[in-house]
């Protein structure tokens, strides 16, 4: 029996919003994870990018914020909810989707996250709020000057809790936790379970719902995957390849490094693929723009790394490319969760060189899916050589890597 969107227990602001945006059926997660939230109960959930996630806590979190109102006639702009993610791109969306969802009503939302004037939150902060969307970095350095009081929070949420760990911000979020009332609701969303997430649920939650609408670092059906075996010098005009002999259009391609994504970007460009690329030493507003470009198809191509690309939102993306194999294997999966969103069909295409190897069977180990690498006509490898292995992508590293992210994973930044 399907489940309709006026069949939830929303009030009437929200079910006005989503009638005008012709929301009619919630996708799996919404469907369990709303009333669950609305019930009051701690909540675990996997769920994949593009299965929407997002409204499955915010529509949830805003009518628990609409019934509070009503009920206590509360005057205090102290905030009262706070959604936590890893990064700004991620920051900015789940705050303007807080937005729309909340634009019959008079609950405010403040975003702040790193790269801009603090003193300019500070002054929105003043001003008082309902909901705070932040980066923890950001959020714990309003906290040590003062512009922030957290005492009054009583719904806490965790958007893509696995990449928050692999970014390394434990320490962050454990300054944080310190800040925040004993007593409150708190829903932890992750793409993946790893032993690291249960840990940090065992100190977060309380009695949670644990939902999985998907199987555990899952990728999504609508997602085609092709691994093509291809010599490490030739991976860039491979790519310009499939580009102009398929015409594809907004092509988002992952490298391991900020230098690595420079360079492809210029050597594809001069071939007359219009790319840019896409990571942390971009600044804020060049990232803004870079992005809407592309957005635009004023650019065909984005190289970006793992953690610049967390949590973007590019609709209907149809290529993805991985240009080397994540040392993460639960990279992958948040890689090729950009395309095939929301019931349309995407490419996700790997580059895969001999030194790869191990680096493969962890995601397939992952994924418990076989996928065997391919020759693309023009572009064999060349068997007669051997591949140069670097120290950090040796058989000794990767063996490492794997043993580490059996155990939990890895903290890291980028």
């Not at 019959?104 to 939150?121: F, K, L, M, R």
């Not at 572009?379 to 292995?389: M, Q």
């Amino acid at each position: 029996m399907s489940v309709s969107f006026s069949s939830l227990p929303l009030g009437d602001k929200l079910q006005r919003v989503l009638a005008q945006k012709g929301y009619q059926q919630p996708t799996a997660i919404q469907a369990e994870a709303i009333p669950v939230i609305l019930s009051g109960q701690d909540i675990m959930a996997s769920a994949q990018t593009g299965t929407g996630k997002t409204a499955a806590f915010t529509l949830p979190l805003l009518q628990r914020l609409l019934d509070r109102s009503a009920e206590d006639c509360l005057t205090s702009r102290l905030p009262t909810a706070l959604i936590l993610v890893p990064t700004r791109e991620l920051a900015v969306q789940v705050n303007g989707n807080v937005s729309q969802y909340a634009v019959n009503t008079d609950i405010a939302s403040v975003v702040i996250y790193g790269g801009v004037s603090i003193d300019a939150q500070a002054t929105k902060l003043a001003a008082g709020c309902d909901i705070i969307v932040a980066t923890p970095g950001r959020l714990l350095d309003h906290l040590r000057r003062g512009s922030l009081n957290l005492s009054s929070i009583d719904y806490l949420v965790f958007d893509e809790a696995d990449r928050m760990l692999d970014m390394g911000f434990m320490d962050e979020i454990s300054a944080i936790l310190t800040r925040l009332p004993a007593k409150r609701q708190t829903s932890l969303f992750s793409a993946t379970f790893s032993t690291a997430i249960y840990d940090l649920s065992k100190k977060l939650l309380h009695k949670p719902a644990r939902i999985e609408v998907d199987k555990a670092n899952s990728a999504a059906d609508s997602v085609e995957q092709i691994v093509y075996a291809v010599d490490s010098d030739r991976k860039t005009e491979l790519i310009c390849h499939l580009i102009k002999k398929y015409d594809w259009h907004q092509v988002l391609i992952f490298s391991r490094k900020k230098q690595t994504a420079d360079t492809i970007a210029q050597k594809m460009l001069a071939t007359g693929i219009e790319t840019k690329a896409f990571h942390g030493d971009l600044g804020q507003g060049a990232r803004e723009q870079v992005l809407n470009d592309f957005k635009q198809g004023k650019i065909k191509a984005l190289v970006a790394t793992d953690v610049a690309a967390r949590g973007l939102d590019i609709v209907e993306l149809k290529y993805v490319v991985n240009y080397e194999i994540p040392f993460i294997a639960e990279d992958y999966i948040h890689r090729i969760g950009r395309t095939g969103r929301a019931g349309s069909v995407g490419k996700a295409v790997t580059l895969y060189s001999e030194d790869d190897a191990l680096l493969l069977e962890e995601v397939e180990t992952v994924l418990d899916k076989r996928l065997a690498p391919q020759w693309l006509p023009g572009f064999e490898p060349d068997l007669t050589k051997s591949e140069p292995v670097s120290r950090k992508n040796s058989k000794t590293a990767q063996r490492q890597r794997a043993k580490r992210r059996a155990l939990g994973g890895s903290n890291r930044r980028r």
